[in-house]
Structures are given as structure tokens and as C-alpha cells.
């Protein structure tokens, strides 16, 4: 049975809300519907900010000490307000949508301590938007020793069936962190983190330049690649484990270039993150022959050809090429995931997340 689903995301790059509609059966996508985007304010992207900080050292995951529990109201009311504008905008009527796949925002990701903490509070949300809510994703995974990420592979999985081309194909999704997915035929269905994405330029930017984020990836084609600092950034530890594996957006905050010119460290972090992506081609099967680019990293066109450079002879394309939107493709995801969870369907396997068998997850809050 179909399923109408409208996906939310806030990453972790923290601009803002994203929602897409799908028409899904948790196996294949039917159509694609309208998207929009809910952008997070100054204020409450600083108040975002403190609760990254803050929310280190949270004893327990539904703890909302402190500035915690101000941002879990602001991320709630931003949600629904993006539900609210959608709506109205698309003349959609609530009672079309079957199920909202609510990510809430990551404050705190330790698989290794049983812990992710995602912030939002979806059952004050479901009565807002007077539609069901499905939240907590990653949960079940991490607490069955799973590393609760990334969560997208079996969207991107049902996407790229649908290309119908030869594989090995790898989908980038660069968001705050950059993650693949590695499908070959039906069967294989590898995932990780890969490393940074636009977490570290996007902070640099904002510290140097007082900007949000490299446009186009302008301001680092100005600049010049430290290919050393790029070699001894490589050599930390996380770059040689297999996959899977999964990042906080601060596991790499300790990286610093503040001692360069700020066109020459956008460039360097920008080379950074594209060679964090090529860095997993050897630990896959095959090297992928093709590779699909999303997320807010598709948009920087000096990062796209940075990964040209160090993938080729791989084919390296933009998510919208094909049809898909880098912008809307994880809020859909989560739209795609509810409509799984509604059926009891894995979310996540053993390949991509590590958890010891195929699990499925997600809580349903009702209006």
C-alpha cells in the first residue's frame, strides 16, 4: 500500500528545516511531491550552537538541562511552523498525509557509549500539526551496539535501482558530515561516514569571514591547498577503519587553520573533505564506477571538482542531474524511513551501521 509521507530534517550543518513529500511504499518511491525549506534564524542557530557545547557531557539521552531544553523548544516550533508554511503553500490538507518522519536535531552522537541525542520534542509536535509522528530513528540501533548511522543508505538504495545502470555506485551525501552509500546489484549495501562535510569550512567560514558558508565554493577557489596539513590530517585514526563507522560533528573540531589565510584554509578543508571521501575507496569491495553527489556539498562547485580530481576515473555527478534534489534528499528519506518503520522494514543493516542484524526503529507520537 502506498503512503503518503512528509520527511523533516535539520542537519547537522544547522541551517534549517527541510520537507519533502514522497508517495512511498517503504520499498520503492512512487513519486516525488513538493519540498520546501524552513531556515533557522540567527538567534536560533546560536542557540543551536550552545547546545552542541552543552550537550557533551549529558548524562543520560532524554536530559534536557540547561540551554538544552530552550533549544528543544525552538527546533519543535521551527518544525512545525515549516509544517504549517508547507501545507498552506501546497494547498495540502493534513488529512492527505499519512505519517511525518520527524529527525529532530542531533546534539550528541556516541555510538560507543549507547548514546545519540536527537532534540525535538515529537509528540508536542504531533498535536501542533494534528498529523502522526514518527521520531527516534536511530535509537533501537545504537542501544542493539549499532553505530546509529548513516540512516539514509536504503533511500539511497531505492534511488539508485531505479537508474537501472552497471554498478559498483557510490551516493555522497555531504552534509555537517560526509557519508556513502556503496550499492552493487540488489544484494551489497555497504555505508559510513566518510568524514568531515561542510562542518569544519562552514565554522571556519563563519569564524573568519563572519559568513554561514562557502557560496559555490568561491572563496576556496581563491585559495591554495595545504596538501601536508591535508596528508597529516589523513593519518588520524578514523580514516583507516572499515566501514561501518559513524562521527559526531565535532569529532574533527580539533582541526585547526587558523594560521592561514582564510581563502587558503577554506581551500584546505574543502580539499580535506574530498579526500576524506576518496580515502574509502580502498576499504570497499570494488571502487565504485560512478558517484552520485548530495547534500549541501553538491552546491560547491569547487568541492564537485575536487572530487573529480582525486575519484577519477570514476564518474562523478550531481544529485540533480539525475532528477533527484541534493536539497530535499535526506528530509525525504526520513519520509521514505517512517513509512518503512510503519511496516516493521529494516532501517538499518549490519553493513551500514553495524548493528548485528537488520533492524527496524522508529516511535510513533499521536496528535
Known amino acids: 500500500m502506498m503512503l503518503t509521507a512528509l520527511g523533516l530534517m535539520s542537519g547537522t550543518s544547522l541551517d534549517g528545516v527541510d520537507v519533502a513529500l514522497i508517495e512511498t511504499d517503504g520499498k520503492r518511491v512512487q513519486s516525488f511531491g513538493p519540498c520546501s525549506y524552513r531556515p533557522y534564524t540567527d538567534r536560533e542557530r546560536s542557540l543551536l550552537r550552545q547546545a552542541l557545547t552543552e550537550a557533551v557531557n549529558l548524562p543520560q539521552r532524554d536530559a534536557r538541562p540547561g540551554i538544552l531544553r530552550e533549544a528543544e523548544e525552538v527546533v519543535t516550533k521551527a518544525h512545525a511552523e515549516a509544517v504549517a508554511a508547507f501545507t498552506a503553500q501546497n494547498r495540502i490538507s493534513r488529512e492527505e498525509i499519512d505519517i511525518v518522519g520527524f529527525h529532530g536535531q542531533t546534539v550528541l552522537h556516541r555510538p560507543e557509549k549507547r548514546m545519540t541525542v536527537q532534540i525535538g520534542d515529537a509528540a508536542a509536535l504531533a498535536k501542533a500539526i494534528h498529523i502522526p509522528v514518527m521520531h527516534d530513528f536511530r535509537a533501537a540501533d545504537v542501544a542493539a551496539g549499532g553505530q546509529g548511522a548513516p540512516f539514509v543508505p536504503v533511500y539511497h538504495r531505492a534511488l539508485a535501482q531505479s537508474l537501472e545502470r552497471e554498478g559498483p555506485i557510490a551516493v555522497v551525501n555531504i552534509g555537517g558530515v560526509s557519508n556513502i552509500t ?186
Not at 580514516?239 to 562521527?247: E, H, M, Q, T
Not at 522494514?345 to 527496524?360: D, Q
Open 182 to 367: 556503496y550499492i552493487d546489484g540488489t544484494d551489497t549495501l555497504i555505508a559510513c561516514d566518510t568524514g568531515p562535510g561542510n562542518a569544519l569550512l562552514d565554522d571556519h567560514m563563519f569564524r573568519s569571514m563572519n559568513q554561514r558558508f562557502d557560496k559555490d565554493g568561491e572563496f576556496a577557489a581563491k585559495g591554495s591547498v595545504d596538501e601536508a596539513w591535508v596528508a597529516r590530517a589523513l593519518q588520524m585514526p578514523f580514516f583507516s577503519l572499515k566501514p561501518p563507522k559513524s562521527l559526531d560533528r565535532n569529532d574533527f573540531a580539533c582541526l585547526k587553520v587558523a594560521d592561514k589565510a582564510p581563502a587558503d584554509g577554506a581551500a584546505t578543508l574543502t580539499a580535506f573533505t574530498a579526500a576524506a571521501i576518496a580515502r574509502i575507496v580502498p576499504l570497499l569491495p570494488k571502487p565504485p564506477k560512478s558517484w552520485i553527489v548530495c547534500g549541501g556539498g553538491a552546491r560547491n562547485r569547487t568541492m564537485v571538482r575536487m572530487l573529480r580530481e582525486r575519484l577519477a576515473p570514476a564518474t562523478v555527478e550531481v544529485a540533480e542531474t539525475l532528477g533527484w534534489s541534493s536539497d530535499a534528499l535526506e528530509a525525504q528519506a526520513f519520509g521514505f524511513l517512517a513509512a518503512r518503520g510503519l511496516k516493521g522494514l529494516p532501517l538499518s543493516y549490519p553493513a551500514t551501521t553495524g548493528v548485528p542484524m537488520p533492524m527496524t526503529g522508529g516511535v510513533i507520537a499521536r496528535p
